[in-house]
């Protein structure tokens, strides 16, 4: 490691509350975050957030290479690693499910695909549409693989991102009720942000329509713990104690049954008139894309958050590479 990184992580990594504990580690699920770690992550990520503002970026991660390997569609997820990479001063191989003529869609197998690009590279960034596969190639790989959403499964680095917004949006997590709202079955953002937030005294509060409701392993989960929680078709039954609209898309991707997606896909809207019943400092919040479910007026509101949330992908991301891949 060269002076000036050396240097670099003296003023960035020193000095953070909490505790690393995700050097040279997988990044597969929310499980393997803590108080202590979460808290040692959104303290790097402001830093993070920092030296952008100040400078565009630091060389932290100089000559490090990352693999995006994208075998479902995505915009944000991919675009907010590569920032992030760049930010610290690495580069990307990104590798998209549209690429022609690559391995992947000549029918390697997703073990060979990984255990190739960490010849290349220091770690993987990974989304497959198999819930599990993620696991099953970080057990092939040598290096890091990071998990950027597999299947129905989970989102974890979505969920970092979520909850650092909380933090950033209302000070606090602790103490708040969180109402997630939409497709809860499919919404893989929606199953690893609920785990993560068990971390955490919150009250939670489920809103689908019954064929999207959260699966049962994760209510079970919730009110084994012994947390405040209620499941309801209606939207209308927590707008006044929400502190936090989580709001989800209907995933029409995930459907067998197209009758059953076009059953449910308009059954709920947020609206400026919703949002009156609301708590004056309330955040909606989204993963994105969205279709449809929050009206565009509603962006005009300052309590929507959801373009800020994007914002802070980008520095939960820089501070989750620099925590893979830099000793602390
Ligand atoms: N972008 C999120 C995900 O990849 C949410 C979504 O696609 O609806 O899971």
């Known amino acids: 490691m060269d002076q000036a990184i050396t240097g670099h992580r003296t003023t960035l990594l020193e000095g953070l509350p909490g505790k690393n504990g995700l050097y040279g580690q997988d990044i597969l699920a929310v499980s393997q975050f803590d108080r202590e770690n979460l808290d040692y992550l959104f303290a790097l990520a402001e830093r993070m957030r920092d030296v952008v503002e100040t400078d565009g970026g630091v060389d932290l991660l100089k000559h490090r290479v990352l693999a995006a390997l994208f075998y479902e569609p995505s915009t944000r997820t991919s675009a907010s690693f590569i920032a992030a990479m760049e930010r610290l001063g690495g580069s990307v191989i990104p590798i998209t499910q549209g690429v022609q003529f690559s391995s992947v869609s000549k029918g390697e197998s997703l073990p060979d695909t990984v255990r190739t690009l960490e010849q290349y590279a220091d770690a993987i960034v990974l989304r497959h549409p198999e819930t599990g596969s993620v696991a099953i190639a970080a057990r092939y790989a040598q290096k890091p693989v990071i998990n950027a959403g597999d299947g129905t499964g989970e989102h974890p680095t979505q969920a970092l991102l979520d909850l ?113 019943r609301a708590k004056p400092k309330m955040v909606v919040m989204h993963p994105l894309p969205r279709v449809g479910e929050i009206s565009y007026e509603v962006d005009e509101d300052p309590r929507a958050a959801y373009f800020r949330q994007v914002r802070n992908g980008l520095y939960i991301r820089m501070a989750l590479l620099a925590a893979v891949l830099c000793p602390a």
Do not use: C, W
Not at 197 to 221: C, G, H, M, Q
Not at 223 to 235: F, L, N, P, S
Not at 238 to 256: C, M, N
């Open 164 to 276: 650092f917004t909380i933090l950033e949006e209302l000070g606090t997590i602790d103490g708040l009720t969180v109402a997630m709202v939409g497709d809860l079955r499919f919404g893989r953002t929606v199953h690893s942000l609920t785990q993560l937030l068990l971390n955490y005294d919150v009250r939670l509060r489920f809103v689908s329509p019954e064929i999207l409701r959260a699966p049962l392993d994760l209510t079970n989960k919730v009110r084994d713990a012994g947390y405040d929680m209620r499941e309801t078709y209606d939207v209308h039954d927590v707008i006044g104690e929400a502190d936090v609209l989580y709001v989800t898309r209907v995933q029409k991707e995930r459907f067998s049954d197209l009758a059953q997606y076009e059953q449910v896909k308009d059954y709920y809207l947020i609206s400026p008139a919703l949002l009156e």
